[in-house]
């Protein structure tokens, strides 16, 4: 059966990037429709993008544009470029393979967008 393995996750700041990869067995994404879910906790799973074997893409309104999705088939991997990453992005990153045998799906890798802090600053009033 065709495994896929997701890796690339981590923890990052408000603003940074990660790049995920999909990687799939042997001869695993050859023609296959190849899709990037995410969940959130305590939220259903959500579809964020696809890639169709002949290059076409399709993103959910709240990625496009910050989210590019690209395949490298000598390697058997899709990659989920992630830029401008923001707190409301951390989740359970899955992908999903869809052929002719039916469907596959990763086990996930988790991001996690931290909240940026500045430094602060004082204020001092007086009487």
């Known amino acids: 059966q065709v495994q896929l393995v997701e890796s690339g996750g981590g923890l990052v700041q408000s603003g940074e990037s990660l790049k995920l990869s999909c990687v799939g067995s042997e001869d695993s994404f050859n023609g296959d429709i190849i899709s990037w879910h995410r969940q959130a906790p305590e939220k259903a799973r959500e579809w964020i993008a696809t890639l169709w074997p002949g290059g076409a893409t399709m993103y959910t309104p709240s990625v496009k544009g910050r989210f590019t999705l690209s395949r490298d088939d000598a390697k058997n991997t899709v990659y989920l470029q992630l830029n401008s990453l923001a707190p409301e992005d951390t989740a359970v990153y899955s992908c999903?393979?869809?052929?002719?045998?039916?469907?596959?799906w990763g086990q996930g890798t988790q991001v996690t967008v931290a909240t940026t802090w500045g430094q602060g600053t004082q204020v001092t009033t007086s009487l």
């Open positions: 999903q393979r869809t052929g002719d045998d039916g469907t596959t």
